[in-house]
């Protein structure tokens, strides 16, 4: 099965994981849609990068730990701990997965699955 | 990965959808390996066995009943697939709609492996209990 997919999603990971937003527009599509199962709605690109800015003023660290990407003809399904450090001290660590659909070199949708309790350190709503 | 491989897995999928879309305990643990295992985010530490997983779905059913998938998208790959599925479901406050992941390791013609992502408060806000 094509890893092209999979490929895309650990390069786009590291920007990410960087904290660097230009570097991440990049590999998302302008039709992009990202989804939670916790919050029940979807964003628009515009929207996520907004929702990514606000998150990373409460993140001080962020790291996928872990990882597991399983390729599918649709993209990739990435498995992973989420860990997260606030900036006032509070931690998450919760198993997640991240279904990302990836089509002509860009990643068209992110569906987003976590236990929403676990998240309740971050204090992020929506 | 020749493609009957993928068939086959594709035929394993199918069965496991018509086996949860029937919501027959018995025929569901049947797609499973006597030694598999199944795990849930909400109890990182834990793995169940096929029986301990068929209590998990009949006392699910107490609290959360008439249950039935409004969403079912199946991922194939080598190794297994994964399925994106929505469980609706009455319960005591009303009816709870729970999207969740489920990937699926498959080896010869069963399921060895199952890791499930929900969202507990969805259900606990109903009043209903996990799983």
Redesign the interface.
């Known amino acids: 099965?094509d890893r092209s997919g999979c490929e895309i999603v650990r390069r786009y990971n590291k920007p990410w994981l960087a904290r660097d937003l230009a570097a991440m527009d990049g590999f998302l599509g302008e039709d992009l849609i990202l989804w939670h199962?916790?919050l029940?709605r979807a964003f628009g690109k515009a929207e996520m990068l907004s929702f990514v800015t606000s998150a990373l003023e409460v993140l001080e660290k962020v790291e996928f730990r872990d990882a597991v990407r399983?390729?599918?003809?649709?993209g990739c399904?990435q498995?992973h701990r989420l860990f997260c450090r606030m900036v006032g001290g509070g931690i998450v660590d919760?198993?997640?997965?991240i279904?990302y659909t990836v089509r002509d070199g860009k990643i068209r949708r992110i569906?987003e699955?976590?236990?929403?309790?676990?998240l309740a350190a971050t204090g992020i709503a929506g | 990965m020749t493609e009957a491989t993928l068939d086959s897995i594709a035929a394993i999928a199918r069965g496991w959808e018509a086996a949860c879309r029937s919501l027959d305990s018995d025929r569901i643990v049947g797609c499973l390996a006597d030694d598999a295992t199944v795990w849930y985010n909400f109890q990182p530490d834990q793995r169940h066995s096929p029986a301990e997983y068929r209590s998990i779905l009949e006392n699910s059913k107490k609290t959360f009943y008439n249950q039935r998938y409004t969403k079912m998208l199946v991922h194939l790959h080598p190794g297994g697939f994964v399925e994106q599925a929505t469980l609706e479901g009455d319960t005591p406050n009303g009816v709870v709609e729970t999207p969740f992941l489920l990937v699926a390791t498959v080896k010869g013609d069963k399921i060895t492996q199952i890791e499930e992502y929900f969202d507990t408060s969805i259900i606990q806000q109903a009043g209903a209990r996990d799983g």
């Open positions: 099965m199962n916790h029940g399983t390729a599918t003809a649709e399904v498995q919760a198993p997640q997965a279904v569906d699955y976590v236990d929403g309790p676990a």
